[in-house]
């Protein structure tokens, strides 16, 4: 093979390869601020509790989360598009709140869609947090908190920087944005997410 030749194969191998990349995710046009540190590679999981894709997703996220590098930091951020999804967002912080989220986070998936728990209701978050030996008036203190309230505000504002319309989506370093439609499969999500890591580590 001739070194124009072989020049060529690998133009045309680079542009085959580049659109498949283009297609996993989008690109803002200003990077959102960030909640980790400056040396971290931020990636933000954007879901809502009733949403079935995400609860499909948060397995294989978690088992993703466990094979990066120190440098990776994955962040929740519960989509809060109307009341009822604002009304699950608030039971994700309380549980934060209270440092319970590795023990209830999926367990919460888990009651939604496996278990069908109708939590819609304030009594019915009660009732779930019960589980982990939270009192009643705890979690309806914890629900309008000062707190809950001003992490909800900041995470609505997020939402809207990363001009977001559905769920589940990944959005890393604050600035490229990956869902379903994008990439294709929710495996291939993750895969997107990866690679996108590699190419930020070379800019660093």
Not at 13 to 40: C, D, H, W
Not at 45 to 57: D, E, G, I, M, R
Not at 142 to 171: C, N
């Amino acid at each position: 093979m001739t070194n124009t030749l072989r020049g060529l194969v690998l133009l045309l191998v680079s542009f085959i390869a580049l659109p498949a990349m283009a297609q996993g995710y989008t690109t803002l046009n200003e990077r959102a601020p960030l909640q980790v540190a400056a040396e971290k590679i931020e990636v933000a999981a954007v879901f809502s509790y009733t949403c079935p894709y995400c609860y499909q997703l948060e397995p294989l996220l978690q088992t993703w989360m466990l094979k990066q590098q120190a440098d990776v930091q994955v962040v929740h951020l519960p989509a809060a598009f109307n009341k009822q999804w604002e009304h699950l967002a608030r039971a994700y912080y309380i549980m934060d709140a209270l440092n319970l989220t590795q023990q209830a986070h999926l367990p919460l998936f888990n009651a939604i869609h496996q278990e069908k728990t109708n939590l819609s209701s304030q009594r019915a978050l009660e009732v779930f947090f019960e589980r982990y030996g939270v009192k009643k008036d705890q979690v309806n203190q914890l629900y309008t908190s000062f707190g809950v309230e001003s992490r909800l505000r900041q995470d609505i504002a997020r939402l809207k920087t990363y001009r977001l319309t559905g769920v589940p989506a990944l959005v890393i370093d604050g600035q490229y944005v990956i869902d379903g439609n994008s990439a294709g499969s929710l495996e291939n999500m993750l895969k997107v997410a990866e690679q996108l890591i590699i190419e930020i580590r070379k800019t660093r």
